[in-house]
């Protein structure tokens, strides 16, 4: 079964690059750093794979690496109902969130789904950003808006880039500065590399230490990329795809896949403390507490998927089976170098989501497997590695 996996690794299809697609303004640098695929997200070209996912997760864990994630689509909300609409459209209390702190926010429907899950940076008095998953949360906000907050949405000239991995402090101090370890986790912070001014944010899709650089001008973003390579270029840094091992040993989703708009953050495994309490009012939250009330039906939960080492991530999702009749879905599958096992996320009815459940799974390719039900995150449920101090 691992040659299999690899085989189908290793095949390939063109994607054109046409001009409906947005590229980000690393693109170029990432085709130059030897991307060998692409993925669409966002309406955007996201690298899919530079080397083995071993090699990339390696490199991620014990040293430093930079990703191009355009794809995380920047929507601004300012003017001076800024505060109430963005409080209004989560289920989170932002009341609390101070000018330069981030959070990871839920977006939530009337009917309490999920919209989107951005990460939120708090950038300014009356002025936050939401950096996007895969769906147009903007333009929700946009119809939120209409006739009722006297805010602005819009997309403004920001472009997030990442630096992933213990050694991603000493490589920024070089181009910022001493002032990168004054950056608390979920914080955020101005600088200039080369004259070049950015917003540095200490946040990431992979739960190590790291940082999101945001350029504020699109014509700075190879500069910026050619920067940072040659700043953490003494710490062997490399470009690398976001690292699913990495992010799902974390416990981090992808919006689309894992979740939907179906599903609200009661029904996930970990989001359950994102519905926070509170005195004033956002979308959804008649029905969020009213389904905490009478209970979920279903839960995105951990797998540990016994078997041969996965070697290619999955192209649809795998059946969850009970009793061999269909209960749920995988939703990703992966094998983790760290722990050294297959892992990945499954929906399964209520009863089935304890620790510990077995279940079956289909592959793709028609193999029965055992899937044990595990809670999440799989490593550091503290989030002491990320929020861990960078100096030393």
Known sequence: MANERREMLEKSTTLYFGPWYRRSPFFESTLAAGCTSYDIYNHMYLPAYYDDPDVEYWALVNGVTMWDVGVERTVEVSGKDADRLIDYITCRDLTKCAVGQGKYMPVIAPDGGIV???????????RWWMQLADSDAG??????????FDAEVR???????????????????????????DVKYYWMGEFQIDGIPVVISRTGWTAVPGFEINVLNRADGAATWDAVAAAGEEFAIRPIAPCEARRIEAGIFNYGSDMTLDDTPLHVSGMER???????????????????????????VGMILEGDQLRAELSQPWPVLSGGVEVGRVTDAVWSPGMEQNIGYMWVPIELADPGTRVDVVTEDGEELTAVAASLPFVDPQKKVPAQSLEG
Not at 139 to 148: I, N, Q
């Open 274 to 300: 994102l519905v926070e309490p509170q005195d004033q009012d956002y979308l959804g939250k008649e029905a969020l507490e009213r389904l905490r009330e009478t209970g979920v039906d279903r839960k995105l």
């Open 155 to 181: 997309l403004p000239d920001v472009h997030p880039m990442q630096v992933q991995g213990p050694l991603a402090a000493k490589t920024l101090e070089k181009l910022v500065g001493h002032g990168i370890y």
């Open 116 to 126: 989107n899950d951005p990460v939120l940076l708090h950038v300014g008095e009356n």
């Open 139 to 148: 333009l929700y906000a946009l119809g939120v808006a209409a006739g009722r």
